[in-house]
Antibody
Framework: EVQLVQSGAEVKKPGESLRISCKGSGYTFTNNWINWVRQMPGKDLEWMGRIDPSDSYTNYSPSFQGHVTMSADKSISTAYLHWSSLKASDTAMYYCVRQLHHLLSGNKHKWFDPWGQGTLVTVSS | DIQMTQSPSSLSASVGDRVTITCRAS??????LAWYQQKPGKAPELLIYAASILQSGVPSRFSGSGSGTDFTLTVSSLQHEDVATYYC??????????FGPGTKVEIK
C-alpha cells in the first residue's frame, strides 16, 4: 500500500524553528515529486511547492518562497518542511502529497495521490 | 497564476438527490483538472483526474466532465458518506498548481 506518514502535531512559539517530516512507503520514493499543501483553520487548500526527492530540486509557490524550505533524504524516503522563524500566521494543517505523472492521450497529467494524514502546527506565545 | 472558482460554495441536498458542482478556470487548462473530497477532520482524497477519469475505488455515483475552462463534478445519488468539502485542482503546470475554494456538501 502506498502511504505517506507525517510527523505529529507541534506547538511552538513565534520565532522558533521547526521541521516536520513526511515518510513514503510502498513505492519508489525517488520516482515522484512530493508536494506540500497548507490549510489554515477553516480555510481552503494552498499549494506551497514541491521537491523532487531524486535530486532535491525544489519549486516554490511565490506565496511561500523564502518563508519555508523543502528538503528530502532519499536514503530514508523522507521529505521535510522547515521554518527558521515561525509566525502566528503559520498556524495551520500541513499536508504532504505525492504527485503522479502519466501520459494520457499524449498529454502529461500530474495529479496528487495519496495525501499524508497532515501535521497540525500551532504557533502561539 | 490561473485562478479557480467553484459554485456553489455550499449546498444542502437530500439523500438520493443528484448533486452538481461547477469549477471554472480563469484560462484554458485543457483537461488538467482533478477533484478531491475532504471529509471533516481528514486529509483530502483523490476522486477524479484528467477531468473525467474516476480514481480506482471511488464509487461510480461520482463523475466528472468538462474541458477548457468549465468543469463539473456530479454525484448521481447523494449518500450520507458523501458529506464533505469538494475541491477542484488545476495542475496545468507551469504556471503553477491552484485549488478552487471548495464546495461544502451537507445532507438536508
Amino acid at each position: 500500500e502506498v502511504q505517506l506518514v507525517q510527523s505529529g502535531a507541534e506547538v511552538k512559539k513565534p520565532g522558533e524553528s521547526l521541521r516536520i517530516s513526511c515518510k513514503g512507503s510502498g513505492y519508489t520514493f525517488t520516482n515522484n515529486w512530493i508536494n506540500w499543501v497548507r490549510q489554515m483553520p477553516g480555510k481552503d487548500l494552498e499549494w506551497m511547492g514541491r521537491i523532487d526527492p531524486s535530486d532535491s530540486y525544489t519549486n516554490y509557490s511565490p506565496s511561500f518562497q523564502g518563508h519555508v524550505t523543502m528538503s528530502a533524504d532519499k536514503s530514508i524516503s523522507t521529505a521535510y518542511l522547515h521554518w527558521s522563524s515561525l509566525k502566528a500566521s503559520d498556524t495551520a494543517m500541513y499536508y504532504c502529497v505525492r504527485q503522479l505523472h502519466h501520459l494520457l492521450s499524449g498529454n502529461k497529467h500530474k495529479w496528487f495521490d495519496p495525501w499524508g494524514q497532515g501535521t497540525l502546527v500551532t504557533v502561539s506565545s | 497564476d490561473i485562478q479557480m472558482t467553484q459554485s456553489p460554495s455550499s449546498l444542502s441536498a437530500s439523500v438520493g438527490d443528484r448533486v452538481t458542482i461547477t469549477c471554472r478556470a480563469s484560462q484554458d487548462i485543457n483537461n488538467y483538472l482533478a477533484w478531491y473530497q475532504q471529509k471533516p477532520g481528514k486529509a483530502p482524497e483523490l476522486l477524479i483526474y484528467a477531468a473525467s477519469i474516476l480514481q480506482s475505488g471511488v464509487p461510480s455515483r461520482f463523475s466528472g466532465s468538462g474541458s477548457g475552462t468549465d468543469f463539473t463534478l456530479t454525484v448521481s445519488s447523494l449518500q450520507h458518506e458523501d458529506v464533505a468539502t469538494y475541491y477542484c485542482q488545476n495542475y496545468s503546470d507551469p504556471p503553477g498548481i491552484t485549488f478552487g475554494p471548495g464546495t461544502k456538501v451537507e445532507i438536508k
